[in-house]
T-cell receptor
Framework: EAQVTQNPRYLITVTGKKLTVTCSQN?????MSWYRQDPGLGLRQIYY???????DKGDVPEGYKVSRKEKRNFPLILESPSPNQTSLYFC????????????FGDGTRLSIL | GNSVTQMEGPVTLSEEAFLTINCTYT??????LFWYVQYPGEGLQLLLK?????DKGSNKGFEATYRKETTSFHLEKGSVQVSDSAVYFC????????????FGTGTRLLVSP
């Protein structure tokens, strides 16, 4: 089954404690993205990647890092989380062909105290 | 810039009522347009799409027509069900480079029996 898998699904942590949210897809997709979803703001892109070792900033990259060492994985790293990063996070992947659909993970709800 | 504007929710309807959720967009060039649906606790699923002017996307009884002259992509359904209760996101995708998705803020639909 085609899937984008995120872990953890829920996390409560404290300010400054480094955390990583993993994302893995089994569709051999080149394109992957991270979004955050906040009330009244919809989904905003944090970072994206067009292939292995190719990443770039989205609209709200401050406070986040990503890496793309393998095609299937695209972890999101919060080196020093702060309360304003409390949000619902989604990973997504897509193939490169025209009009390829975006596949989303089920989301990770992060609470930074 | 590129943006999507959706009507504010929640939209509250009785079962079998007619649904319209308005969506307008601003974009450079000729974007593709999408409606995504998010059920509670889940990620986003593609509901329907349209890739050029006058295209009509349809799925599960929902329809939306790409109107270039009014820059709109309103979502409609003739008879909603309780199971349609969810958050609906309108989005555009630029057809250059990474082909980033730009989302609206989402509209919550609540359907009562």
């Amino acid at each position: 089954e085609a899937q984008v898998t995120q872990n953890p699904r829920y996390l409560i942590t404290v300010t400054g404690k480094k955390l990583t949210v993993t994302c893995s897809q089994n569709m051999n997709h080149e394109y992957m993205s991270w979004y955050r979803q906040d009330p009244g703001l919809g989904l905003r892109q944090i970072y994206y990647s067009m292939n292995v070792e190719v990443t770039d900033k989205g609209d709200v990259p401050e406070g986040y890092k990503v890496s793309r060492k393998e095609k299937r994985n695209f972890p999101l790293i919060l080196e020093s989380p702060s309360p304003n990063q409390t949000s619902l996070y989604f990973c997504a992947s897509r193939g490169t062909g025209e009009n390829q659909p975006q596949h989303f993970g089920d989301g990770t709800r992060l609470s930074i105290l | 810039g590129n943006s999507v504007t959706q009507m504010e929710g929640p939209v509250t309807l009785s079962e079998e009522a007619f649904l319209t959720i308005n969506c307008t967009y601003t974009a450079t060039g000729y974007p593709s347009l999408f409606w995504y649906v998010q059920y509670p606790g889940e990620g986003l699923q593609l509901l329907l799409k349209a890739t050029k002017a006058d295209d009509k996307g349809s799925n599960k009884g929902f329809e939306a027509t790409y109107r270039k002259e009014t820059t709109s992509f309103h979502l409609e359904k003739g008879s909603v069900q309780v199971s349609d209760s969810a958050v609906y996101f309108c989005a555009l995708r630029l057809n250059t480079g990474f082909q980033k998705l730009v989302f609206g803020t989402g509209t919550r639909l609540l359907v009562s029996p």
